[in-house]
């Protein structure tokens, strides 16, 4: 492997050479010093650390970007799928297995101190259910999820059914936008696209997967091709919400896939195909 600080130096220097023509500017890539395997990176809401899960979503760990400290949030198996913030805690899903049975708890963890616990106890939960328990945890909030191959918005508890591009589209990783009036989402087969909270004014923005907002204007995602049994490459893309421009973050030197975006949109995470984590640090137009 050579050296981080060397690692897409040719893609830096045209990206610089050809910034008149992008509108996005890349201003370092860096690798993150990170002991294990880390897949999955998502930024806590200060965007001071990162947040860490196993390539089976067994467990959580935070990552302090200014100190370099790692800690173990928790062990539990499943909670590095779909966890989400609140406040300054983090939840999460508890998959245990008995008799050959799936039972699902939410349990939730200080980002402060480290606390940890059980919101719901374990039963034999339904998605539906395991969206239901988030949504009462999140209180007020706004929350989002997929429900049977739907997306399922829910506001203050109370839940809706979207369907954008029909009935028969199966739905993959919606978010909602900063400004908390669109959504991003994915169908199935089909391309990545961004709507109105309520579902409606659906506009394509081309094809790539797993998206995240950047910000009110910008969605990020990857540009993965694979040969039917592994991902062959993969590339950090983003593209205005308008679908008016889309520009490639990353060269082919790395299979990076999935990111996240800081909350300020100046920085950009996302893990390789060998469990690294890399930063990008950006700046918006």
């Not at 880390?38 to 970007?65: C, E, K, M, W």
């Not at 339904?126 to 739907?150: C, G, M, N, W």
């Not at 082919?252 to 195909?273: C, E, H, R, W």
Request: aromatic letters at 8%; proline letters at 4%.
């Amino acid at each position: 492997m050579r050296n981080s600080t060397l690692i897409g130096v040719a893609w830096l220097m045209a990206t610089f050479t050809a910034a008149s023509a992008q509108e996005i500017t890349i201003l370092s890539l860096k690798k993150v010093s990170i002991h294990q395997e880390s897949y999955h990176p998502t930024f806590t809401p200060d965007g001071q650390r990162l947040v860490i899960t196993a390539s089976d979503y067994a467990g959580l760990r935070s990552y302090n970007l200014s100190s370099g400290q790692e800690s173990v949030l928790t062990t539990a198996s499943g909670a590095g799928y779909n966890y989400r913030y609140y406040a300054d805690r983090i939840i999460y899903r508890v998959n245990t297995f008995r008799d050959h049975r799936k039972y699902v708890a939410t349990e939730s963890c200080s980002l402060l101190t480290g606390e940890t616990k059980q919101l719901v106890a374990a039963t034999r939960a339904t998605s539906p259910q395991v969206a239901a328990d988030f949504a009462k945890q999140l209180q007020a909030d706004t929350y989002v999820t997929i429900e049977d191959r739907h997306i399922a918005l829910y506001t203050r508890g109370a839940k809706k059914i979207l369907t954008p591009n029909g009935t028969e589209a199966s739905y993959l990783w919606p978010s909602i936008s900063p400004d908390g009036k669109r959504l991003v989402y994915t169908v199935a087969g089909s391309a990545t696209f961004v709507c109105d909270i309520d579902g409606q004014n659906a506009v394509s923005v081309g094809e790539m997967n797993a998206p995240k907002w950047l910000s009110n204007q910008w969605v990020i995602g990857m540009d993965d091709r694979d040969d039917g049994h592994r991902v062959t490459g993969s590339a950090i893309v983003a593209v205005r919400t308008d679908g008016s421009a889309r520009q490639q973050l990353t060269d082919q030197s790395l299979v990076a896939m999935y990111p996240a975006a800081a909350p300020d949109g100046k920085q950009i995470a996302f893990n390789t195909d060998r469990g690294e984590i890399y930063l990008l640090t950006i700046q918006l137009p």
